[in-house]
T-cell receptor
Framework: ETGVTQTPRHLVMGMTNKKSLKCEQHLGHNAMYWYKQSAKKPLELMFVYSLEERVENNSVPSRFSPECPNSSHLFLHLHTLQPEDSALYLC???????????????FGEGSRLTVL | DAKTTQPPSMDCAEGRAANLPCNHSTISGNEYVYWYRQIHSQGPQYIIHGLKNNETNEMASLIITEDRKSSTLILPHATLRDTAVYYCIVRVAGTASKLTFGTGTRLQVTL
């Protein structure tokens, strides 16, 4: 138990569906992240929210839409996905300190998405 | 961020020390070395990090060479549960930590 909970753990959706992935952290952290892990590829950072403000977007397609309503919750809204978007989506959180030493990332167990 | 190079895979007998190397020859003075591991079908887990001194915690030891161009993660008594992909990452400390994971080393611990 890492203190980061992701739901659902598994999701199958068609290319025309709209779904959302949810992440909740119980650690009091001020930063949350979405990572994508495709088969046999390194983890890719998709989005970062620090103090509820999105601070980085690595040119992720617009069919992925993040939402961070507060520091404990993070969503990834999905619509009109492609089969190549099938992957493990991992949420993480950390307690960032301005100018200080990096604090460890705590990851959830991931949501495995299959797009048909 | 400095690039890291790790062997794609390693084997280790259970009970023996597992020594996982990482090269980071372009590391700059303010970059830390971080190690994470990912057990199959789980999210990555933080192990340890360091700047220039050797570090030890309950999970592992981190040995960083004097020139900081390489490091070694040591699991002193590997168990089957240590079978995982181990990632060595170099990153400047600061806000909104944005680690970039490479392909890592797949460690297989065997009986």
């Amino acid at each position: 138990e890492t203190g980061v909970t992701q739901t659902p753990r598994h999701l199958v959706m068609g290319m025309t569906n709209k779904k959302s992935l949810k992440c909740e952290q119980h650690l009091g952290h001020n930063a949350m992240y979405w990572y994508k892990q495709s088969a046999k590829k390194p983890l890719e950072l998709m989005f970062v929210y620090s103090l509820e403000e999105r601070v980085e977007n690595n040119s992720v397609p617009s069919r992925f839409s993040p939402e961070c309503p507060n520091s404990s919750h993070l969503f990834l809204h999905l619509h009109t996905l492609q089969p190549e978007d099938s992957a493990l989506y991992l949420c993480a959180s950390s307690q960032d300190r301005a100018g200080g030493v990096f604090a460890e990332l705590f990851f959830g167990e991931g949501s495995r998405l299959t797009v048909l | 961020d400095a690039k890291t190079t790790q062997p794609p895979s390693m084997d280790c007998a259970e009970g023996r020390a597992a020594n996982l190397p990482c090269n980071h020859s372009t590391i700059s003075g303010n970059e830390y070395v971080y190690w994470y591991r990912q057990i199959h079908s789980q999210g990555p887990q933080y192990i340890i990090h360091g700047l220039k001194n050797n570090e030890t915690n309950e999970m592992a030891s981190l040995i960083i060479t004097e020139d900081r161009k390489s490091s070694t993660l040591i699991l002193p008594h590997a168990t089957l549960r240590d079978t995982a992909v181990y990632y060595c990452i170099v990153r400047v400390a600061g806000t909104a930590s944005k680690l970039t994971f490479g392909t890592g080393t797949r460690l297989q611990v065997t009986l």
